[in-house]
């Protein structure tokens, strides 16, 4: 014959069981979790090549390059600008390059132009990107990373969690007089 403490023990311990089961699993899921943050794909700037991208009708207005839009663009740089046409290669003084925002205008003096103000223009150069996170999966694994971090003291208050919940489960059997 069971006394009446020995039942009520018996019906918590899969509990507590399923509780420290469950803490065993999160424990090795944050640690794995803390394994998708890699910072060499995130934090790290890549570099392309565009070759020959064309520009159409160049004028004095502010014109894109084609990779300004891409994600995380950082800087484009070695720009190497020519007539589309005649495949001249047109001075660095004929126009206006913002590297850091990918942007180039004609900036010469129009009569001095040899036809290059409101022509197609052909750029190469080198476009930088990637430094930022701009992509869900990248801003996901950035915060999965960040919260592995805490994870020690996830596992501390599971731990007290366990310990509270076997202190119930001895004293659950006591009789109070």
């Known amino acids: 014959m069971e006394k009446k403490g020995q039942t009520g023990i018996n019906m918590i311990i899969p509990g507590v069981l399923t509780l420290a089961l469950a803490a065993i699993i999160l424990i090795f899921a ?4 803390q ?3 890699d910072s060499s794909t995130v934090k790290h700037a890549y570099t392309s090549p565009v070759k020959n ?6 004028t004095e207005a502010i014109h894109n390059v084609a990779m300004r839009g891409s994600c995380g663009f950082i800087m484009l740089s070695g720009a190497v600008v020519t ?10 003084t004929n126009y206006t390059l ?4 990918g942007t180039i205008y004609f900036s010469g003096n129009a009569a001095e132009a040899n036809g290059f103000n409101n022509s197609n223009w052909n750029i190469s150069y080198s476009y930088q990107y990637g430094l930022t996170s701009c992509t869900a999966t990248n801003k996901t694994m950035i915060g999965l990373g960040k919260f592995g ?8 208050a599971i731990i007290i969690t366990v310990i509270i919940s076997l202190l119930l489960v001895v004293f659950a059997g006591r009789k109070v007089q």
């Open 149 to 156: 971090d805490y994870w020690d003291l996830m596992v501390l």
């Open 83 to 92: 007539n589309a046409t005649t495949n001249t290669l047109i001075p660095a």
């Open 98 to 101: 913002d590297t850091t925002q």
């Open 30 to 33: 944050l640690m794995m979790t």
């Open 53 to 58: 991208e064309t520009l159409t009708t160049v």
């Open 35 to 37: 394994g998708l943050f």
